[in-house]
């Protein structure tokens, strides 16, 4: 069964960058596509981006400016890194699996990691 799980700072200051790992068991990072997605308080879902299987990227237009996601497969990990973060950027971070083709489809998310932005 696969299990995925967030670490990173809970509290980012203004300006900085804030970075998140997540480490993924029972299955391989290399084999299948990984998504960053985030839910402010009080607001919907926002995806933010995606690893695939090749390591390439695609990120929400809205983010990309700002987003870059990796991997370690050594490690079987893919982090985030959201640079200039405001306020706004306050959210839950979830990372999840994707095994949609044609579109995405979530069938495993982390617990998810509030990270707030203040100073």
């Known amino acids: 069964q696969v299990q995925l799980q967030e670490s990173g700072p809970g509290l980012v200051k203004p300006s900085q960058t804030l970075s998140l790992t997540c480490t993924v068991s029972g299955d391989s990072i290399t084999t299948i596509a990984w998504s960053w997605i985030r839910q402010p308080p009080g607001k919907g879902l926002e995806w933010m981006g995606v690893l695939s299987t090749d390591g390439s990227t695609y990120y929400s237009p809205s983010l990309k400016s700002r987003t870059s996601i990796s991997r370690d497969t050594s490690k079987n990990q893919f982090s985030l890194q959201l640079s200039s973060v405001t306020p706004e950027d306050t959210a839950v971070y979830y990372c999840?699996?994707?095994?949609?083709?044609?579109?995405?489809?979530?069938?495993?998310w982390g617990q998810g990691t509030l990270v707030t932005v203040s100073s």
């Open positions: 999840v699996r994707d095994i949609g083709t044609v579109v995405a489809e979530y069938d495993a």
